[in-house]
């Protein structure tokens, strides 16, 4: 069973267009988080929920949109998209908000062309 | 902020050679540093880490040594095997959470057989 899991695994897609990233855990855990990986591996947190609530939003376009309709569902949409939005997004899941350790899923690499 | 740098950036060692990754952080209050790794097409899984109140932590092949007095941590595989090839990242927080983890900017490792 996968713990954590992405789809889709990999997404193709034009400028402009609006698209979603699903993420969904197992482990009964209560926070969940998106990070993004530029070409060069580089891990930045994007959005941070709690129990479905939001409790950090770093300076991300308002273009993304994160949604949570239960504690065990964090999804990740994203309008407008442009070519600099192309990277690998990681969903991520821990055991509370001060809970160090957190399992990644395995990643979406978007590509925008 | 936190900022962290990790050297270096790319690592080719022969299979049974030893293979050390530094980091250094700027924030003296950090206090928790731990190691993740990313295989290929995965997302980044954690497989050491140590806290301020010790220098050294072992765990089979891999150790990580922390010098507090410096500000630097370093990972240190001993032995290695062609399956430890990945990318390594280190990380420091103050151990408020896991969406306060800085990462470092990541180590890609390759072990030749």
């Known amino acids: 069973d996968t713990a954590v899991s992405q789809t889709p695994k990999y997404l193709v897609t034009q400028m402009g267009n609006d698209k979603s990233i699903k993420c969904e855990q197992n482990l009964g855990h209560d926070t969940m988080y998106w990070y993004k990986q530029d070409s060069k591996k580089f891990l930045k947190i994007m959005f941070s929920y709690n129990n479905k609530e939001l409790i950090i939003n770093e300076t991300v376009p308002n273009r993304f949109s994160p949604k949570s309709p239960d504690k065990a569902h964090l999804n990740l949409h994203i309008n407008s998209l442009e070519l600099g939005d192309s990277a690998v997004y990681f969903c991520a899941s821990s055991q509370g908000t001060l809970n160090t350790e957190a399992f990644f899923g395995q990643g979406t690499r978007l590509t925008v062309v | 902020g936190e900022n962290v740098e990790q050297h270096p950036s790319t690592l080719s060692v022969q299979e049974g050679d030893s293979a050390v990754i530094k980091c250094t952080y700027s924030?003296?209050?950090?206090?928790?540093f731990p190691w993740y790794k990313q295989e290929l097409g995965k997302g980044p899984q954690l497989i050491i880490d140590?806290?301020?109140?010790?220098g050294e932590k072992k765990d089979q092949r891999i150790a990580v040594t922390l010098n507090k007095t410096a500000k630097h941590f370093s990972l240190h595989i001993t032995e290695t095997q062609p399956e430890d090839s990945a990318v390594y990242f280190c990380a420091a927080s103050k151990n408020t959470g896991f969406q306060k983890l800085v990462f470092g900017t990541g180590t890609r490792l390759l072990v030749s057989p």
């Open positions: 924030d003296s209050a950090s206090n928790y």
């Open positions: 140590i806290r301020s109140n010790v």
